[in-house]
């Protein structure tokens, strides 16, 4: 077997593994103090492109949960 082959499967192994390590850690850091109550407007949170940003998700998660309890307020009426 190829030498090169081998070490080329282990470094994108390694890139791999510290990608994935490292994105999990990012996720278990705490909001940092005096972070908490900052309010994001939704207007500007929904024109951004991060498709993975977890506030975003919020927003879109929230505005489905309402206009979802605006049908159900019209359909009994």
Not at 7 to 29: C, D, K, P, Y
Request: net charge negative.
């Amino acid at each position: 077997m190829n030498w090169y082959l081998v070490i080329a499967i282990a470094l994108i192994v390694f890139i791999g593994a510290v990608f994935f390590i490292s994105f999990v850690h990012n996720r278990r850091t705490p909001v940092p103090e005096g972070c908490e109550q900052i309010k994001i407007e939704e207007m500007t949170c929904l024109s951004c492109s991060n498709e993975g940003c977890s506030i975003k998700e919020k927003f879109e998660i929230e505005k489905i949960k309402k206009e979802l309890d605006e049908d159900k307020g019209e359909n009994t009426k």
